[in-house]
């Protein structure tokens, strides 16, 4: 029997949850080796052949080759973790954070010094918010943090 999940229907919000951690556990790890200059040297240098040695699925491999930050945290990736992917890039957070809402990092600073997204239309999946699926790259994996 599994748990009920009351909060996948908040619009562009994964949650980190066990099930989720259970999928990107490898993932994360990569993500974590990335911590070591050697390691960050390896994976620049050869990307897929340092990926191949890791225990992920293809399309987790695929989504970090894409530099793709939504589609990984789709796949079990917590952002926590996949800021060690976006420092190996030469990315800041706030960089990473504006390539997963579609918008250019200044555009994103501005959004939260206004105070972040409103919470009007998008308490809930299929209200008419500017966080809905259909609006954002959440939902159409094209966060990507590289051009």
């Given at each position: 029997?599994?748990?009920?999940?009351?909060?996948?229907?908040?619009?562009?919000?994964?949650?980190f949850d066990m099930d989720q951690?259970?999928?990107g556990y490898h993932l994360n790890q990569f993500c974590?080796?990335?911590?070591?200059?050697?390691?960050?040297?390896?994976?620049?240098?050869?990307?897929?052949?340092?990926?191949?040695?890791?225990p992920m699925t293809e399309d987790q491999k695929l989504a970090v080759l894409a530099a793709d930050l939504n589609r990984c945290i789709a796949l079990g990736g917590n952002i926590y973790f996949?800021?060690?992917?976006g420092a190996t890039?030469?990315?800041?957070?706030?960089?990473?954070?504006?390539?997963?809402?579609?918008?250019?990092?200044?555009?994103y600073r501005d959004m939260m010094i206004a105070g972040g997204r409103s919470a009007d239309?998008?308490?809930?999946?299929?209200?008419?918010?500017?966080?809905?699926?259909?609006r954002q790259p959440q939902g159409h994996g094209t966060g990507k943090l590289l051009d």
């Open positions: 029997m599994s748990l009920e999940k009351p909060y996948t229907n908040i619009p562009g919000t994964t949650i951690a259970r999928a974590m080796s990335l911590m070591k200059d050697a390691n960050r040297k390896r994976f620049l240098a050869d990307q897929r052949v340092y990926l191949d040695e890791w996949l800021a060690k992917l890039h030469g990315k800041s957070f706030q960089q990473m954070a504006g390539s997963m809402t579609g918008r250019t990092e200044i555009e239309g998008n308490r809930v999946v299929g209200e008419s918010g500017d966080a809905q699926a259909n």
